[in-house]
Structure formats: C-alpha cells, structure tokens
C-alpha cells in the first residue's frame, strides 16, 4: 500500500528536550511539508522541502529543524527552543512542482509533561 | 497575506444536505481543495477544483466555485452521520515558480444529527 506514515502517534517532551517525530512516505514524491495544527485554527507551515538536501522555512519555523537525506523521509526535530510545542503535527507529500495535490499522514500529537 | 475564511460549526440533521462556505483572497491561485478531517486523524483529500472551473460534482459531493467573488462552496448531499467530521478549505499559493504551499483555513466542524 503507499502512503504516508508519522509515528509515534503520540509524544510526550519533557522541558528542555528535543524530540523528533518522523515521517515516511512511499509515494515516491519529491516534495514534503510539515505542519502544525492547533486546535480552532487551521494548518500552519514549518517546513518543506521540495527535494532531497534542501528545505526552505515556512510560516513558523522558529524552534524546528528538519532534514532531508533522503527522498522518502523527512523528519522534524522540535527543539528546546519552542515554548510551545503542544500541538498535533501533520505531514505530507506531493508531486513536486507546482498547484501539486498534497497528501497528509495520520498525525503526531505531541504533549509537553 | 492570503487567508481562507470559514464559518466554524453547521449542524444538520440525516439526509439533509449540508453547504459548507469558504471565502479565499488570492485570485492567482489556481486549485482550491475541500480536505476532510475526523477526530484524531490526518487530512484526507476530498475534491478540489481548478480554478477555471465554476462547478465540479464527484458522487455527492459538489463544489462550487465563485472567482468574481473569491467564494468557495462544497454541498454534500443526503449527509450521513459518517460525514460528521471538521471541513478545511484550502487554496495555492505559488511562489518561487516551482513551491507550492497550502493556504488553510481554520475549518468547519460539520456535526449531522439522527
């Protein structure tokens, strides 16, 4: 079956700690984004990358990074610099190019302890 | 910026037909999609359109497109309690001539009644 798979479905951070949460795809597409839901609002952009070794910010980047070595995995770490992690994060994959469709995965909800 | 309006909450009752709105601001986009959301899951695509298109009907879905008015419409005929989910309209926004990024809008909690 291809698809997108995020794992774990939840995540717990203490203070200070760096988590990554990961994702895959088998899709082979060349473009992958990460996102943050909270809740009442819609989806806001953290990162993407269009192709492998190389990922542009999005709308709120700061206290993320991510990586892309390879074409069906792109990672996101959320560091000790986020004050606010809490949140369910969303991945997802499409055709790289423009006005491309993008298909999600089934989410990461990460808590803070 | 751009941004994507849509009214939080529409319930109906079982059979009825539910509209869900959606208003959008960038007139260069050139697909609009209708993501579905159930409770704890990812987005799944629903339909979208393009944007030289005033109508698209796929089963009972159908999607209506108003570019004079940046007005987005997804009509679900004879809603079934499966439909019962939260609602994402979302445009394009190009950039960089070859980045594609996703404008969301806050979503409609689509709640159907027996």
């Known amino acids: 079956d291809g698809g997108i798979t995020q794992s774990p479905k939840y995540l717990f951070r203490k203070e200070g700690q760096n988590v990554t949460l990961s994702c895959e795809q088998n899709?082979?597409?060349?473009?992958m984004y990460w996102y943050r839901q909270d809740p009442g609002q819609g989806l806001r952009l953290i990162y993407y990358?269009?192709?492998?070794?190389?990922?542009q910010k999005g709308d709120i980047a700061e206290g993320y990074s991510v990586s892309r070595e390879k074409k069906e995995s792109f990672p996101l770490t959320v560091t000790s610099a986020q004050k606010n992690p809490t949140a369910f994060y969303l991945c997802?994959?499409?055709?790289?190019?423009?006005?491309?469709?993008?298909?999600f995965g089934p989410g990461t909800r990460l808590l803070v302890l | 910026g751009e941004d994507v309006e849509q009214s939080l909450f529409l319930s109906v009752r079982e059979g009825d037909s539910s509209v869900i709105n959606c208003t959008y601001t960038?007139?260069?986009?050139?697909?609009l999609y209708w993501y579905k959301q159930e409770p704890g899951a990812g987005l799944q695509l629903l339909t979208y359109?393009?944007?030289?298109?005033d109508m698209k009907q796929d089963q009972r879905l159908t999607v209506l497109l108003n570019k004079k008015d940046k007005h987005l419409s997804l009509r679900i005929a004879d809603t079934q309690t499966g439909d019962s989910a939260i609602y994402f309209c979302a445009e394009n926004e190009e950039y960089g001539g070859a980045t594609n990024k996703l404008i969301f809008g806050t979503g409609t909690l689509l709640a159907v009644q027996p």
């Open positions: 990358s269009q192709i492998v070794n190389d990922f």
């Open positions: 359109i393009f944007s030289n298109m």
């Open positions: 960038d007139s260069s986009s050139t697909y």
């Open positions: 899709l082979n597409h060349d473009a």
């Open positions: 997802a994959s499409s055709i790289a190019g423009t006005s491309r469709t993008q298909y």
